[in-house]
C-alpha cells in the first residue's frame, strides 16, 4: 500500500493570478513587512503598522489552503512585531519559518530543517547582543532561513520529480 499523495501547492485551483506571481509577490510582502515593522520605533509607528498590514496581506496572498494562511499570520505577526526588541527576540523568527513549511505544504520529512534556523536562532543573540547589532543578526538569520527553506523545497520534491543528472564524461 502506497502513501497518498502529497499535495502540492501548484497543483491547487486559484481563483486570480498565477502560483509564481502569488508565491513571489506574497514572500515580498511578507518579508519587507517583516523588515519595516522591525525597523519602526517610537517616532515611527506608521512604519510598523504598514510593515504588518504588508506581512498580513502577504501571507493572505500565498497560494495555500485557507485555514493554512490563518495560522501563518496568526503566529508569524506577533513574532515579528517583538522583533523590535532587539537581537534577543531573533528566534522568534522561527514561526515565521515554520507558518512557511505550512503555507507551501512542506510534507513532515521538510520540518527538520527548522534545527538550522534554531541553531542561528540561539548562537546569533550571544554574538549580536545589543540592539545595534539587529541588522547584521537579522542578515544572518534571515540567510539562515532563506536557505532552510530551499533546502525544505529539495527534500520535500519527490525523487521521481527531479531532473536526473547527466553524465558528461
Not at 502577504?58 to 506577533?78: D, K, Q
Request: positive net charge.
Amino acid at each position: 500500500m502506497s502513501a497518498p499523495p502529497e499535495a502540492r501547492t501548484q497543483d491547487l485551483p486559484l481563483r486570480w493570478g498565477s502560483h509564481t506571481s502569488r508565491v513571489v509577490g506574497g514572500a515580498i510582502l511578507i518579508i519587507s513587512g517583516a523588515v519595516a515593522a522591525a525597523g519602526s520605533d517610537t517616532f515611527a509607528l506608521w512604519l510598523l503598522a504598514a510593515g504588518v498590514l504588508a506581512h498580513v496581506v502577504g501571507w493572505c496572498v500565498m497560494p495555500s489552503n485557507g485555514w493554512r494562511r490563518v495560522v501563518a499570520v496568526t503566529i508569524s505577526t506577533p513574532a515579528v512585531v517583538l522583533l523590535l526588541t532587539g537581537p534577543k527576540f531573533i528566534g522568534l523568527l522561527v514561526l515565521p519559518y515554520v507558518a512557511w513549511l505550512l503555507v507551501r505544504h512542506r510534507p513532515a520529512r521538510s520540518y527538520p530543517t527548522v534545527t538550522f534556523v534554531v541553531a542561528a536562532a540561539v548562537i546569533l543573540p550571544r554574538i549580536y547582543a545589543d540592539y545595534n547589532g539587529m541588522l547584521p543578526a537579522l542578515s544572518i538569520e534571515s540567510a539562515v532561513i532563506f536557505a532552510s527553506a530551499w533546502a525544505a523545497s529539495v527534500v520535500a520534491t519527490p525523487r521521481h520529480s527531479r531532473r536526473p543528472h547527466r553524465d558528461i564524461s
